[in-house]
């Protein structure tokens, strides 16, 4: 049988492989459930980002390398990377210092992370959530590797940018004022 006979007798079954691959293909990237936009879910354990909304709880983590953002049990928010070679014993970098009264750690609508107490009063904020930064409407919240986590803004224009808002290694940043506030 030749190559273009085979191709004629077999393109139903090439189409209808090829559709559901693409199907396929579509639905794993989230364009079909979301109608066009693409959101890939990713394990709150695996993921180094805490997007606008996002809330961890206390035994929560993000994790990035050696660097892991946990929020504690008895209420801190603390990062802490491992030793260089992978040991377990792990190196306190930042901390909320809520410890024995936060209750969740939360990016806020605003691009305000806040470490609240169990009635929801705020024991902690990095204060990104003022008007200043109001005109940066995308934030999240992000853990690298080498020991740093920083709020990130971004714009919502044709060419967007990014803006660090605060990072636990140098506090706020510009464009939102100073943390005196």
């Known amino acids: 049988m030749s190559l273009a006979k085979s191709l004629r007798?077999?393109?139903?079954?090439i189409t209808r492989?090829?559709?559901?691959?693409?199907?396929?293909l579509l639905a794993a990237t989230g364009l079909l459930a979301t109608g066009?936009?693409?959101?890939a879910a990713v394990p709150a354990a695996a993921s180094d980002t805490l997007a606008n909304g996002g809330t961890l709880f206390p035994g929560a983590s993000l994790t990035s390398g050696d660097t892991r953002l946990v929020m504690e049990q008895n209420g801190d928010l603390a990062l802490y990377t491992t030793g260089a070679d992978g040991a377990e014993e792990r190196q306190l970098r930042w901390h909320s210092g809520t410890t024995g009264e936060g209750n969740k750690a939360e990016l806020r609508a605003d691009g305000n992370l806040v470490v609240t107490a169990p009635d929801g009063g705020a024991l902690w904020q990095s204060r990104t959530g003022s008007d200043d930064c109001r005109h940066m409407p995308w934030t999240k919240l992000t853990v690298r590797s080498g020991g740093d986590m920083s709020i990130l803004a971004t714009t919502d224009s044709e060419a967007p940018y990014v803006v660090r808002l605060w990072s636990a290694s140098y506090g706020l940043q510009f464009p939102c004022g100073s943390s005196t506030r």
């Open 17 to 24: 492989t090829a559709s559901a691959a693409a199907a396929v």
């Open 36 to 39: 066009g936009a693409a959101h």
């Open 9 to 13: 007798t077999n393109r139903p079954t």
